[in-house]
């Protein structure tokens, strides 16, 4: 958001300003204090202007004035009633060189999943993609994918439902995907150079509109949530979890809904099937077989 309009959010949100103070807090002119509160206002903000000064009285329900506003966070966000995919923008971005941006969508309508699948992705979804440029080789980037897991799990939860993490990073609630992560990423062998997040929560929408029977939607099991505020807990989540990497595993650990299961686990060479007891940096699943310890890079996981 621009500096001086996030600037005006922030007093107002302490209370009423009137025109004159906010001018001289912020070292603006009173006419551009006017110019700034109409365009909040052609954001949706509700700016009300009484004998007290100008008032705050609704903030929009989403959108990227919406999200940043209040954001604990480092992201600049991206907004879009419509586009085919947050990642393809997001990839799109990481050519013009930009970084910590938040590509956001009420629907995508060529949303993309994991293994080259459609994402189904109708409108009322929460449908994101983060863009980052972390500091480490690229086989340390399943880390990143699973701080997302984490994020994404503690969005669920702050909904009241009680969400569990599939190896590596499906988000179940009572067995069923509430959300998936497609990382895509660029870089050499010792240096990522950018990598893109994309997260689907299905949120708002009716699980008739989902193609899996494993599938089920924030609404189905909660009733329609604030996006907005489940969005700025997963960045804020996010966030604090990209910054503080040693924490990752340990926070995924307590999300787990794998660990302690018997598993399958389908790899590029062959199927394995055990306990799962637990996971190694950069995001290996260790699965206890009749045959021994097995480490799992990658491969689609079932919980039996
Ligand atoms: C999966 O298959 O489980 C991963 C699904 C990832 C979907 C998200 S929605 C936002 C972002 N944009 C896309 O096209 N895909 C990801």
């Not at 409108?123 to 480490?136: A, K």
């Not at 260790?286 to 799992?296: N, S």
């Amino acid at each position: 958001m621009q500096a001086t309009r996030a600037q005006i959010l922030d007093a107002l949100s302490d209370g009423p300003r009137t025109g004159p103070k906010l001018a001289e807090e912020l070292d603006i002119t009173r006419a551009a204090v006017w110019k700034h509160i109409e365009a909040l206002r052609e954001d949706g903000f509700e700016v009300v202007s009484n004998a007290a000064g100008y008032e705050l009285e609704a903030v929009p329900d989403y959108g990227a004035s919406a999200v940043e506003f209040g954001l604990d966070a480092p992201y600049e966000v991206e907004y879009h009633d419509s586009i085919d995919s947050t990642n393809r923008r997001g990839r799109e971005l990481a050519g013009d060189g930009r970084e910590d941006i938040v590509v956001l969508a009420d629907e995508q309508t060529g949303g993309r999943g994991r293994l080259k699948r459609e994402w189904s992705s109708p409108s009322g979804g929460i449908w994101l993609s983060l863009l980052l440029r972390p500091t480490m080789p690229t086989t340390h980037a399943p880390l990143v994918t699973m701080a997302a897991a984490v994020a994404t799990a503690e969005a669920v939860a702050s909904t009241g439902v009680e969400p569990e993490i599939k190896w590596p990073n499906d988000v179940l609630v009572d067995g069923k995907k509430v959300s998936g992560i497609l990382t895509e990423m660029e870089g050499e062998a010792d240096r990522i150079s950018w990598l893109v997040v994309g997260i689907g929560i299905n949120a708002n929408v009716d699980i008739e509109s989902l193609p899996e029977d494993r599938a089920t939607s924030l609404r189905e099991l909660c009733g329609d949530v604030d996006r907005r505020e489940v969005v700025q807990t997963l960045l804020e989540s996010m966030s604090e979890l990209v910054a503080d990497r040693d924490r990752i595993l340990s926070a995924w650990r307590a999300r787990s809904g794998t660990l302690g299961r018997r598993v399958s686990v389908e790899t590029p060479n062959g199927e394995i099937v055990g306990e799962a007891v637990d996971v190694e940096s950069p995001g290996a699943l260790l699965v206890d077989t009749a045959d021994g310890r097995e480490r799992v890079t990658v491969g689609d996981c079932e919980h039996l």
